[in-house]
């Protein structure tokens, strides 16, 4: 703790310097994705906090810094037992990024969003003061309000997260769906399910959907069978592998006594099962290169530059990441098949990701309804200990009250190639998507109106008084973060579009080179999460 306590006092130092000339600054974290000019004089340089301080197996709590991604913290935390309720699925997403923005996966139907599973944060406010804020308690104001207000109330330094036990495996089940709305109806069935502990679907196209529920288990795969891996340069990519298992099945509805495909994956290798492919993602690159077969041979071979890292490196480098959208969409459970036939429409976009949520009553920075929950069944309201029927576990439940369940849809794919149209698509999602009660995640550019954006949120007063409160008044606002000209994206889009690097093939081959000399390669070709029979990172006790 002396070298993290002596990090802090000189980022601390650093902020205050800034705050009393009254320049502007932003965080550098290691690594950046910025194209404009590095001046390591306006950085704050947080790069330092990137290790896990410790795993408490009796308090069943980790204390971690922001940099820490978590295929580190999975690792770190495994071999004692334990395993955090929420793990976002990507390695290399970080504790501080997870809290900053919105973050949560196919258990936050149980357990709420990253933030919901943390007792407290250490922050640097915008003055230099160094503060702790908690769920509960004196700054419980500045805990909600900087969970998904992305770094505009201060600085993440610390993190302590709650832990659960771990199992060796997720018993994973493949209900296959013929419509969307049936695959909306039975993501919801499922979240009232106690033994399910993730839940997430995906939509192949309107009359194939998949949905996904995982029990976690010591139980060994029947019949000496052989776990099923999705981490290895051979092993399928995940969507592929739950598509050519369901794509020639009845639906689990209306045929209860056909079987549903398992598989018992390893607890790692579920988690981060998205990882190659990037979901979907990396597929567009084949499209985009065109000569390069989508095979699987092709896909073993180029495996390196596969994995969610990689393709975050060459996406930025290559300039193509102006032209796609990635964006997660919030909506009531009863109008998402009304925004999936749009966006579908509109976009064109398969396959669909769903994930159920629980979400943050306002006012808050995550996406949200303002519905309260419903008082059901067990598992269903979202409230206290009812949110998780499995008492071992009952400390990882999340804080009430909550609001009514959501249905999270995840949108990612190419966009017009035409500024002016790609623009405009963007804006006609938006709308599309407040007219149905929705909201977007604040990792994804926004293009609506200062006003638009603030009434979503209920107004800025309840924000402005907690920057003015806490001395985030020198800071960017959140609309200033994600905020994008439309006109001005469309002019860029067409300097774009005349610059070299625009020209097939060469802004793919240089985000790939770019990707390359980061190595970040390495990172996925040493982890320790992958599994290896009779080399799991559970203690041995286990």
Request: proline content about 7%.
């Amino acid at each position: 703790m002396e070298r993290h306590k002596q990090a802090v006092s000189e980022i601390s130092a650093a902020v205050k310097g800034f705050f009393d000339r009254k320049e502007p600054y932003r965080i550098f974290h290691g690594s950046t994705n910025s194209t404009r000019p590095f001046r390591r004089d306006r950085y704050v340089d947080i790069s330092a906090l990137n290790n896990v301080i410790e795993v408490d197996k009796a308090r069943r709590v980790a204390l971690v810094e922001p940099n820490v991604p978590m295929d580190r913290l999975v690792e770190s935390t495994l071999r004692h037992g334990l395993i955090p309720p929420i793990v976002m699925e990507f390695p290399g997403i970080t504790t501080g990024g997870g809290y900053a923005g919105t973050a949560g996966e196919s258990s936050s139907f149980r357990h709420g969003f990253f933030d919901d599973t943390i007792n407290e944060v250490e922050m640097v406010l915008a003055n230099g003061d160094v503060v702790t804020a908690r769920p509960e308690g004196p700054r419980a104001d500045l805990f909600r309000a900087a969970a998904g207000a992305v770094g505009t109330l201060g600085i993440t330094t610390l993190i302590e997260i709650r832990l659960i036990e771990a199992k060796r495996f997720v018993r994973t089940t493949y209900h296959r769906t013929n419509s969307v709305k049936e695959a909306i109806d039975r993501v919801h069935a499922e979240t009232l399910r106690p033994e399910n502990d993730y839940v997430d679907g995906i939509l192949f196209s309107k009359d194939h959907g998949v949905i996904i529920t995982g029990s976690l288990t010591d139980e060994k795969p029947p019949d000496n069978a052989k776990p099923q891996t999705f981490s290895g340069a051979w092993d399928p990519w995940y969507y592929l592998h739950v598509r050519d298992r369901t794509k020639s099945l009845p639906s689990s509805s209306t045929s209860p006594d056909a079987p549903s495909p398992v598989d018992y994956i390893p607890l790692a290798e579920y988690l981060f099962r998205y990882d190659r492919g990037g979901f979907w993602v990396a597929a567009s690159g084949f499209d985009y290169f065109r000569l390069v077969p989508f095979t699987r041979f092709f896909r073993w071979l180029l495996d390196d530059l596969l994995h969610t890292r990689m393709l975050y490196r060459a996406l930025h480098g290559s300039g193509e990441s102006a032209h796609f959208f990635v964006q997660d969409l919030a909506l009531p459970y009863a109008n998402a098949e009304k925004f999936i036939d749009f966006a579908a429409d509109k976009t064109g976009i398969w396959p669909l990701w769903l994930c159920p949520l629980q979400q943050t009553l306002p006012p808050t920075f995550h996406p949200h309804t303002g519905e309260p929950a419903e008082e059901t069944a067990a598992g269903s309201s979202g409230t206290g200990d009812s949110a998780n029927p499995n008492p071992e576990n009952a400390a990882s439940s999340t804080r009430g009250p909550r609001g009514k369940p959501m249905l999270n849809i995840g949108l990612w794919g190419w966009g017009p190639k035409d500024p002016d149209v790609f623009v405009a698509t963007n804006r006609a999602v938006e709308a599309k998507l407040t007219e149905l009660g929705g909201m977007k995640w604040l990792y994804a550019h926004v293009y609506q109106s200062e006003d638009d954006f603030w009434r979503a949120y209920g107004g800025r007063a309840w924000y402005d008084a907690l920057r003015a409160k806490y001395g985030a008044e020198s800071l960017p606002t959140v609309y200033d973060k994600v905020h994008i000209d439309g006109d001005a994206r469309t002019n860029e889009l067409k300097q774009a579009r005349q610059a070299f690097k625009s020209r097939w093939p060469v802004g793919g081959l240089w985000g790939i080179w770019k990707a390359i000399r980061s190595r970040d390669y390495r990172l996925h070709r040493d982890a320790q999460w992958k599994y290896k029979e009779g080399k799991e990172l559970l203690p041995e006790e286990k």
